[in-house]
């Protein structure tokens, strides 16, 4: 293997502290730091009104929760999925790392909270000055909440603290991030209501109301945050015992398009998982196949469901845009084949695969590593509990080279999929992974 490119400082800059997804982020950032920082050399940072400050949080915040609304997600990756394979190269690897677009969501998750903290500091000055004399007790309050509210959700969400609390985070940011909305209602109205009886205007609330841009964008965002949750059911399940560490699930509710995810759960208030859909060969169905990683994995495994509940629509996922390349290299660890067979349904993929795993056929069946071998049939299947665990970097770069493949795609667990991608990468080897 030919050794890294650049020196190691250099490498953690452009692939691991500099990755696209925190460029993203910092180009969110930087927007929103440039008009504060315009703002200040205009001296109206300080003074700016609460309604000003008010439309920069609701902007940051509606464009956060559509990075994450299903239907936004999906359309962005049917989009750059189209890219032709006549493009040039550059461009479809640039294409492929749409995944990245959480970026935008934290970038402006953390812009809205800069922002309110402006927007406390406006309230301040609009109860000194006299600006605002209705409500003095209920607006600070609602302020004071949703601050607490806003730097816990950004608290929880740091990489650290949701790794090892991912329960948690997940219960806080949905939870906290429906207060958080909820409570801007309530303090729009409530602002809204002293602008029109505290300022004379020659306006009525209503007009008031539909000429603020807070109010459009906030119904943009609990529309966004409430669709899913209208598409909430509960649909049966066919479980297919395939191992004491796997198990496959059946689904017949919907077809699903290529590489989408549906999430289900067995309490959807609480807990939420997504796995990739393999679409079925003979109907209109799917399954998705799910491995020993947790205890609500292990619960599934150790009493399969014979329901559960699904919500909003199967997101696309990052196999979503492999079409757009000639030949890829597929590399998969335990059930991270899942995904790639969703792909492998498409079946004029041309790929190599490298699936690495303990005991293949008899922890997640012969069919699924006939339906490997059908897509290559000199797929790389390593055994790990004969032959131990692989040099994955080594073999994947060696079918890299050989089958002059365009890209590569990962799907491993978190610890695996960090140490392949920047170690390909590192050696100038484009590679995609979520």
Request: a positive charge.
């Amino acid at each position: 293997m030919p050794d890294k490119k650049y020196t190691r400082l250099l490498r953690n800059l452009r692939w691991t502290i500099f990755s696209v997804y925190r460029r993203l982020n910092a180009l969110v950032l930087t927007a929103n730091i440039i008009a504060i920082i315009v703002l200040a050399a205009q001296h109206k940072l300080v003074s700016m009104s609460p309604e000003r400050a008010a439309s920069a949080v609701s902007i940051n915040l509606t464009v956060s929760v559509l990075m994450r609304q299903e239907l936004v997600i999906n359309t962005l990756f049917w989009v750059f999925g189209k890219c032709p394979q006549w493009f040039p190269l550059r461009i479809r690897r640039l294409s492929a790392k749409i995944y990245h677009l959480g970026g935008v969501h934290s970038g402006a998750a953390m812009s809205a909270t800069v922002w309110f903290a402006f927007f406390n500091v406006s309230i301040v000055n609009s109860f000194q000055s006299g600006g605002i004399r209705r409500h003095q007790s209920s607006i600070p309050i609602i302020t004071v909440l949703l601050d607490v509210l806003l730097l816990s959700i950004i608290a929880m969400a740091h990489p650290a603290i949701r790794a090892r609390m991912h329960n948690q985070f997940e219960l806080v940011h949905r939870f906290a991030g429906w207060t958080s909305v909820a409570l801007f209602w309530v303090e729009f109205a409530l602002l809204t209501d002293a602008k029109v009886h505290d300022v004379y205007s020659p306006e009525p609330a209503s007009v008031a109301v539909l000429r603020s841009p807070v109010f459009w964008t906030l119904l943009i965002a609990t529309i966004s945050i409430a669709l899913p949750w209208v598409w909430l059911r509960k649909v049966k399940v066919n479980a297919e015992h395939l191992s004491d560490h796997a198990i496959r699930l059946h689904f017949t509710y919907t077809k699903l398009p290529l590489c989408a995810a549906p999430r289900i759960s067995d309490n959807p208030l609480l807990e939420w998982h997504a796995f990739a859909g393999i679409p079925d060969e003979d109907g209109p169905g799917f399954s998705v196949l799910v491995s020993k990683a947790g205890d609500w994995t292990s619960r599934l495994i150790r009493s399969p469901p014979t329901a559960l509940w699904v919500r909003g629509i199967p997101t696309l996922g990052v196999l979503h845009v492999a079409p757009i390349f000639r030949k890829l290299i597929l590399v998969a660890t335990g059930s991270g084949i899942g995904p790639i067979l969703s792909l492998l349904s498409q079946s004029d993929v041309c790929c190599r695969i490298l699936w690495s795993t303990p005991t293949p056929e008899v922890t997640y069946s012969k069919n699924v590593v006939d339906t490997v071998l059908r897509a290559d049939p000199e797929a790389m299947i390593i055994n790990t509990t004969v032959s131990g665990r692989p040099d994955l970097v080594k073999h994947t770069y060696e079918l890299y080279v050989k089958s002059e493949a365009e890209a590569v795609f990962v799907i491993s667990n978190p610890r695996v999929t960090r140490r392949v991608v920047y170690s390909l990468e590192s050696r100038g080897i484009p590679v995609f992974a979520p």
